[in-house]
Antibody, heavy 119, light 111 residues
Framework: EVQLVESGGGLVQPGGSLRLSCAAS????????MSWVRQAPGKGLEWVSV???????YYADSVKGRFTISRHNSKNTLYLQMNSLRAEDTAVYYC?????????????WGQGTLVTVSS | QSALTQPASVSGSPGQSITISCTGT?????????VSWYQQHPGKAPKLMIY???KRPSGVSNRFSGSKSGNTASLTISGLQAEDEADYYC???????????FGGGTKLTVL
């Protein structure tokens, strides 16, 4: 059974850092396209970052230069390192698998982890 | 990359059909048959309902269908049921550097 479990969220002050983790089971992270998607309170979904199976990474303009997506192959885990956090980064962060055989749609999602940036 | 445009809300009575539109541009919806739709209930993670414009994942009811014409995609839900009440998001591929462009979301109310 495919499962994604995020962790690492919490309260952080503006300018601070946080690292999110997404532990996967039932498939191999390094063989798939993986993304982070966030949702600010009461708002819609916003794509944040992607890491492709070949290792290429891309970011939304809103986080470029501040966030870094990575993976640990032996732990089968996806990460999002978030630096220079701002109030507008407050959101529930979801990790998702993009199904390459299904039009790159996000077919599996984690339960989300809440990041609150506030002093 | 701008968000796709969806109506903020739609409503319908049980048993009726509703359609949610999703308008993009020639750089996203119009260029790729890679539109997906997600259902999200309050406090829950999004769930994939439609991919590649009109395909349904295993386990998704055939009451859900998708289509596309030009730069606009649509999600139709027939035979509305109370459990369909949720937020719905469209999403399009817009290139390798922007694999997911979401719409602003549509709140479906089942009257």
């Amino acid at each position: 059974e495919v499962q994604l479990v995020e962790s690492g969220g919490g309260l952080v002050q503006p300018g601070g850092s946080l690292r999110l983790s997404c532990a996967a089971s039932g498939f191999t992270v390094s063989s798939n396209y993986m993304s982070w998607v966030r949702q600010a309170p009461g708002k819609g979904l916003e794509w944040v970052s992607v890491i492709y199976s070949g290792g290429s990474t891309y970011y939304a303009d809103s986080v470029k230069g501040r966030f870094t997506i990575s993976r640990h192959n032996s732990k089968n885990t996806l990460y999002l390192q978030m630096n220079s956090l701002r109030a507008e980064d407050t959101a529930v962060y979801y990790c998702a698998r993009l199904n390459t055989a299904g039009g790159n749609a996000a077919d599996y999602w984690g339960q989300g982890t809440l990041v609150t940036v506030s002093s | 990359q701008s968000a796709l445009t969806q109506p903020a809300s739609v409503s319908g009575s049980p048993g009726q059909s509703i359609t949610i539109s999703c308008t993009g541009t020639s750089s996203d919806v119009g260029s790729y048959n890679l539109v997906s739709w997600y259902q999200q209930h309050p406090g829950k993670a999004p769930k994939l309902m439609i991919y590649e414009v009109s395909k349904r994942p295993s386990g998704v009811s055939n009451r859900f269908s998708g289509s596309k014409s030009g730069n606009t995609a649509s999600l139709t839900i027939s035979g509305l049921q109370a459990e369909d009440e949720a937020d719905y998001y469209c999403c399009s591929y817009a290139g390798s550097s922007t694999p997911l462009v979401f719409g602003g979301g549509t709140k479906l109310t089942v009257l």
